[in-house]
């Protein structure tokens, strides 16, 4: 790619950079250019936190295990191995859930495809123990919602009640999660892909396209190969990418894909996508495809989840160097040292990637009382008329607490 298109990466902490260059070495395009002096001066501990974060730790050591020795420490490498281990047992035992329910969901007339989870591990990177998984999500056809939940309970599965007083929050809904506590496995049954109003096909459209999985003896039915991309890109980018091992889905789709991929629709969402895996994992994007990554939009987007890729694994890292993550100056314009400021860039990246109708409701939704705002204040019900004025307080307590507590875990590592 031309290198007058080439986002600012030099922000990033040098442990984040020396993961990304780990995950291209199995990339044909490679060639073994190892930069050998990203090794020097390495906070490994802060390293495999951040492998941990961005749920690609098994891909870590499955390359890691081909390297020099030397250049890894022996128990950062054995921790690896550990962890490798065992999320190989986890996603077996997944494996083995997903036959069950997809048996039991056919035998009761349930359709069901489903969208991640060790199916999608086979399918992409054609080894289960490379890809890490918490749940199971299935999609279902919204009318079987209450069949599916009668039959989930009656094997064991306890449903994760959402109490709310507000209508809206029930509206914007489009899963469910239920949990196993003796199998200690969770499902998230879904109606929908994305919160109304988020342009999906039907599900009819999408069981037309099906495919059937090799990984189960009993028929497991995902995605078609379209159909899982742009659900994999708009997943990403919902989530500002702020997981590395998402952007690892889109590399190894665009590897493997032997026909050319067309874009239906989200077309700046999937020039987000591409745009940051040309230049963070070094993916040969397709010709056809190149257009989408000179777009204006798709650019902005892809700075923006820059930042928010690195800030969210800020926040979330109670890490121990004695430097943070990023020098915050150099970040986008919007951005500075002020709390607020920080939570403002991170709507603001929320808003940019929406439909303009999209972005409308998302404005006023922030407007309107949730759930969460009676766990911050709870008042009688013929009061509830109150959360409309205390909502944007509600907010910006919430975000500023947060926020906060964040910076006092970490300075609390810094003076151990």
Known sequence: MDNNNDLDLSFMPKELKLLLQIMQTENPGFQGCLNKELFAEIDWELLLKMARHHRIYPLIYSNLSKMDEKLIPSDILHTLSQEYKENTFQMLNLSGEMERISQFFNENGIRSLFLK??????????????????????????????????????????????????????????????????????????????????KEPSFDELWERKRLSTLTSYPVYFFGEEDLFLYLVGH????????????????????????PILIKYQRHLVG???????????????????????????????????????????VSINQSSKEPLINHDKLHPLLSKSKFKRWFTLFYYNYSVKTNIQKVIYVLL???????????????????????????????????????????????????
């Open 366 to 416: 922030h407007f309107y009382p949730q759930s969460s705002d009676v766990q911050t204040l709870r008042l009688p019900k013929p009061l509830y008329f109150l959360y409309f004025p205390l909502r944007p307080f509600f907010i910006v307590w919430r975000k500023s607490s947060k926020l906060t507590l964040t910076v006092k875990r970490i300075q609390k590592a810094e003076n151990k």
């Open 117 to 198: 989870g060790p199916v999608i591990a086979d399918a992409i990177f054609g080894d289960i123990s490379l890809r890490t998984s918490k749940d199971l999500d299935i999609l279902i056809p919204k009318l079987d919602v209450n069949k599916t939940e009668a039959l989930l309970v009656s094997c064991g599965y306890e449903k994760e009640e959402m109490h709310s007083p507000f209508k809206m929050d029930k509206w914007r809904s489009h899963h469910v999660c239920y949990y196993h506590s003796q199998k200690r496995i969770q499902i998230e049954i879904h109606w929908r892909l994305f919160s109304p109003p988020a």
């Open 272 to 314: 987000q996508a591409l745009l940051l895996a040309s230049q963070l994992l070094k993916t040969q994007i397709p010709k056809e495809l190149v257009p989408l990554t000179a777009e204006k939009r798709s650019r902005k987007l892809a700075e923006l989840a820059t930042y928010y890729l690195v800030e969210m694994g800020y």
């Open 236 to 259: 990403g980018a919902k989530h500002g990418w702020f997981r590395l091992r998402w952007l690892a889905d889109i590399d190894q789709i665009i590897r493997n894909e032997k026909n």
